[in-house]
């Protein structure tokens, strides 16, 4: 399964490059009603407590029928592959 972000190794997360994306004010006014309604807090949770939901790490896959054409797992949040990485894997049916 995915890991929580705790565990990354920190040599790791060193190598990752992110960039904010190139969102206007309307849409990342979106994202953050969006990410409000997707991760709601619990009501027992203390302030300055982090829901676990927020610690665990995602990824991507692409599948046709039960064969897995590819398989990323995020190193920390907002890592992703490179789409056209991804794309050439489905293509040439290597991971």
């Known amino acids: ?3 929580s972000v705790l565990d990354t190794d ?3 997360a060193k190598k990752v490059k992110m960039a ?3 969102l206007s004010m309307k849409q990342w006014m979106g ?21 676990e939901g927020v610690l665990r790490l995602g ?3 692409a599948v046709s029928g039960n064969e897995v ?7 920390l949040p907002g890592d992703h ?15």
């Open 69 to 75: 054409l590819y398989q990323w797992s995020d190193r």
């Open 20 to 22: 904010a994306p190139d």
């Open 31 to 51: 994202y953050f009603g969006n990410v409000g309604k997707l991760s709601p807090i619990p009501k027992d949770m203390k302030f300055g407590e982090v829901p």
């Open 81 to 95: 592959p490179v789409i056209d990485d991804v794309l050439s894997s489905i293509a040439t049916g290597t991971n």
């Open 10 to 12: 920190k040599e790791e």
């Open 1 to 3: 399964g995915f890991k």
């Open 59 to 61: 990824g991507t896959f």
